[in-house]
């Protein structure tokens, strides 16, 4: 089972991360406080390091940066598959490269095991593909591979998609590999990480999401989808990633109509949200904040 760090070391170099739900406000906090502190920012959303994926995964425009350098955007293709461990090994370049300039390295996102792999020093094994189980495992319906990754890791399945049939047979073939589940070694710890977490209501993040949602549709998120799938991402790679990809592939599939694309992805992203906050709220480092001069205070405390 994955352990969650008991502290921060102070000797080493000290990283912000920012944590919440979905639609919470996390980039436009980075951003502010990047500003403020002289940092710069690291991605951490398993979807975003995609090309391509721009509306359906709410990759930050150039403008809404406001100068600030954004890393581990657009770094793969999305017909390739891209590991959490290569992910480490890039974002951990990135924040030795952000030290050496004597800036201040701010890692944000809601993908909790990308988090962890930096924060945590998660140590992610090297495991090549065996296509022999992966093929029995694509017997399995999705809700057989979520429980038997349960059964096995129930620390990865508290941060995994559920939904997510390739990320969920990935894990379950690294424990069959290694015969332990992801562990994390305080050892290789190498970051004094400030942690600050968005707190916001259930009722207006809900709102938040509702809007968010209306507006990708009008920005063109099923075009985005459609000329993913033209370019040569299958259907099934699409439904893969989740949440947003997953219903309006089905919907362009005509697997379903437009108003049941609708509100099923409303329903998950909602749930998604939720499982965001039910991982971060046991994670006891965690500051949580809900105005910026709060998360402004929390790091000239910590003399960051």
């Not at 403020?36 to 809404?64: L, N, P």
């Not at 050496?100 to 988090?115: E, M």
């Not at 999705?142 to 990754?149: A, D, H, Q, R, S």
């Not at 562990?183 to 942690?195: A, D, G, H, M």
Request: charged share 35%.
């Amino acid at each position: 089972m994955l352990q969650m760090g008991t502290g921060r070391k102070k000797d080493n170099p000290k990283i912000i991360v920012i944590v919440g739900p979905t639609a919470s406000g996390k980039s436009d906090l980075a951003v502010s406080l990047a500003k403020k502190f002289d940092g710069e920012i690291i991605s951490a959303d398993s979807r975003q390091v995609y090309k391509g994926m721009d509306i359906g995964t709410g990759k930050i425009k150039e403008e809404e940066m406001k100068g600030v350098p954004h890393y581990l955007l657009d770094v793969a293709d999305p017909k390739e598959k891209f590991s959490v461990a290569k992910y480490k090994l890039l974002a951990e370049e990135k924040v030795e490269e952000i030290i050496n300039k004597k800036k201040l390295p701010i890692i944000c996102g809601g993908t909790a095991f990308y988090v962890s792999a930096i924060a945590d020093g998660i140590i992610i094994p090297e495991v090549p593909p065996d296509w022999k189980l992966r093929k029995k495992l694509e017997e399995l319906k999705t809700e057989e591979l979520f429980n038997k990754l349960k059964k096995i890791d129930i620390g990865r399945a508290k941060k995994i998609d559920e939904k997510n049939r390739r990320r969920l047979i990935r894990a379950i073939e690294i424990v069959d590999k290694t015969k332990k589940p992801v562990q994390k070694t305080r050892i290789e710890q190498k970051y004094n990480p400030l942690f600050i977490g968005i707190q916001i209501e259930k009722e207006k993040l809900h709102e938040r999401i509702k809007r968010r949602l209306d507006q990708r549709l009008e920005e063109g998120m099923i075009d985005e989808v459609m000329t993913l799938n033209k370019s040569g991402v299958s259907w099934k790679i699409l439904e893969d990633f989740g949440l947003e990809y997953r219903w309006i592939a089905r919907y362009l599939q005509n697997k379903i109509d437009y108003n049941e694309m609708y509100e099923s992805l409303l329903t998950d992203i909602k749930k998604f949200s939720k499982r965001q906050m039910t991982w971060w709220k046991n994670d006891k480092r965690i500051s949580w904040i809900k105005k910026y001069k709060e998360a402004e205070k929390l790091i000239k405390n910590n003399a960051f």
